[in-house]
């Protein structure tokens, strides 16, 4: 096995290769790429707001406190000096720029400067900083991808296995519509703002590493890059639009009726892909909100060294749990079958990467092997399955929910519970005399 160093170089080559590669593919098929973007950020107009300062935010972990607010205010001086000017050239007003100009130098700083632990303390966050933007460039550019990889989509097929789930995105759609505008816009925010939840989850598993010295062996960036990375390869593999787009009002005059969200579609028992446009991104399946959502979930429960997080973070975890997925099926973004294959990945790769000193022991090797066949057999299942799972809905679906609940409880039982009888035992009162 090649040494941990020799795997760091090797990470680090390959983030400007992919990027290079990514650039060359967006230019050619006449998109913006993921160097086009990050200039932008430097240069320009930010594409997003939340993602460069959630980048930064994971950055001034390495920092002592001085150094973090010297940092900070730098970010937001030229933040603000930005905006200004870009206003002033009749552009909008919006921000984002800041925080990676001090990114960027705070990393210059500390390889050309500090020594150390502060030297590595800071790189090492500021790696992580930047992974989580340079990872949002990545992943615009993939759905493009998607989109000419995938012409044709596979939504006839997963809309017949989703009755064996009971429709959960008709569902829920008409209960979203029905809880009003507000809801709505609490439920969107916390949508799209998925990766600033994560970063506030990663910010707090990492809250010692300045004062240990020490960094964790897992937290909760490890799970969302890695999902990140693996996730989207299954978008063309299986491209689906989901149900808004290929049953909805979103469709572009290519669904296939108005049916999403007030009628269920009538059951299709010839489905056959359907020919789509060239611009709604192949992203459904499996719902990578799902997957990162439930890894937040997971690592909002305890701290780093398996003691129970406090009752905030527990809380802020359901919340975001809860919201996301509500949204994930009210919006019309995916069907219940995207859901299950978005958890068993999550608990898939959740399983890879906890407790990495143990090693791939047997448990470890049959957990993830065991994930793997089952998302496998679900992917199958909705591609070759999905007329016998819409006329068989009961026991297909009970058979689909009593794997993927069986897998929950294997996962649960070598991660969470083992800790918990790991723990001793609480001290016992004496007996009182006579």
Known sequence: MPSRQVLVVAAIAAVPLLLLVLQFVASRRGFEGPLQSLWSDYAGT??????????????????????????LGAAVALDAAYAIVRVLLGGPLTFGNGPVLALTGLALVAWLGWEGRDKSNALHAAALGALLILATKVGDVWLHVTVWAGPRVLDRYVVLADHAFG???????????????????VLHWVY???????????????RHVVRRGVWPDHYLVRTFLTLGLVGPIV?????VVGPVFAF???????QLGDYWPH??????????????????????MPSMHTAWVTSLFLHSRRDTDDAPAPRWLRWGGVFWLVCTLTATLGFGYHYGSDLVAGFVLCLTVESALRAPGRGWDRIRVALVGAGVTLLAGLLL????????MSQHALPAGLIAVGLVAAYAWAFHATWFARSRQTEPPLPVAPAPAG
Not at 194 to 206: E, H, I, N, S
Not at 381 to 388: E, H, I, K, T
């Open 46 to 71: 930010p594409a997003s707001v939340s993602v460069p300062w959630a980048g930064l935010a994971l950055a001034l972990i390495g920092l002592s406190w001085r150094r973090r607010f010297l940092t």
């Open 167 to 185: 429709e959960p995105s008709w569902l829920m759609g008409r209960v979203v519509a029905a809880l009003g505008p507000q809801v709505f816009a």
């Open 192 to 206: 799209i703002e998925l990766p600033v939840a994560a970063m506030v989850v990663a910010v707090w598993q990492l």
């Open 235 to 239: 978008y063309v593999l299986f491209p």
């Open 248 to 254: 909805g009002p979103d469709g572009h005059g290519l």
């Open 263 to 284: 009628a269920v579609p009538p059951l299709d028992h010839a489905p056959a892909p359907l020919s789509f446009d060239a611009y709604t991104p192949r992203n459904c």
């Open 381 to 388: 299942s909705y591609r070759f399955l999905a007329v016998w």
